[in-house]
T-cell receptor, first 111, second 113 residues
Framework: DADVTQTPRNRITKTGKRIMLECSQTKGHDRMYWYRQDPGLGLRLIYY???????NKGEISDGYSVSRQAQAKFSLSLESAIPNQTALYFC??????????FGDGTRLSIL | KNQVEQSPQSLIILEGKNCTLQ??????????LRWYKQDTGRGPVSLTI?????NTKSNGRYTATLDADTKQSSLHITASQLSDSASYICVVSASTGGFKTIFGAGTRLFVKA
């Protein structure tokens, strides 16, 4: 089983809909992150959390919200999806000074 | 402005050949630099990490170099294999309060038989 699991893997939806992307991890890491990846650009940080009670905005948090339901779960919500939020979304975890461990992504298309 | 630039954007090589990917950065103050490999349809996976005092680090057929003075890093792949076909992402972190990690856009490598 994967250490970092993202659901769904693919999602197509319409403008204005509310969408939730979920991430769960079995690595026991406190730190969790949400990124988006667009063609020709590096991954950009949306939100990050260093523990259950700690939520921080990244560089592109507008239009997104997150919830850290437990150490192992970190969900990303788009309250009212718009087409320019079409992208590949990645969740990652990190323990101490180690590398980030990424899920396999959610491909989101907003029509 | 903190930036990470990678070159080339894409590269095609024949199986068995060597190649070198480049990363230039302006992230400051520098903490560490990592190279990740991202297979199609998968998340990135860490290959190496380099700190200020390190100038070479190997992981199997992958060798990363770092020149902190010129703010350049390279990833050299030896005796390429078809499974090396992937995107290679350079990631630089700053040693500053808060969280500051900048991802390059990646180099897309195609290894042909």
């Amino acid at each position: 089983d994967a250490d970092v699991t993202q659901t769904p893997r693919n999602r197509i939806t319409k403008t204005g809909k509310r969408i939730m992307l979920e991430c769960s991890q079995t690595k026991g890491h406190d730190r969790m992150y949400w990124y988006r990846q667009d063609p020709g650009l590096g991954l950009r940080l949306i939100y990050y959390s260093f523990d259950v009670k700690d939520i921080n905005k990244g560089e592109i948090s507008d239009g997104y919200s997150v919830s850290r339901q437990a150490q192992a779960k970190f969900s990303l919500s788009l309250e009212s999806a718009i087409p320019n939020q079409t992208a590949l979304y990645f969740c990652a975890t990190r323990g101490g000074d180690g590398p980030q461990h990424f899920g396999d992504g959610t491909r989101l298309s907003i029509l | 402005k903190n930036q990470v630039e990678q070159s080339p954007q894409s590269l095609i090589i024949l199986e068995g050949k060597n190649c070198t990917l480049q990363c230039n950065y302006t992230v400051s103050p520098f903490s560490n630099l990592r190279w990740y490999k991202q297979d199609t349809g998968r998340g990135p996976v860490s290959l190496t990490i380099m700190t200020f005092s390190e100038n070479t680090k190997s992981n199997g057929r992958y060798t990363a170099t770092l020149d902190a003075d010129t703010k350049q890093s390279s990833l050299h792949i030896t005796a390429s294999q078809l499974s090396d076909s992937a995107s290679y992402i350079c990631v630089v972190s700053a040693s500053t309060g808060g969280f500051k990690t900048i991802f390059g856009a990646g180099t897309r490598l195609f290894v042909k038989a």
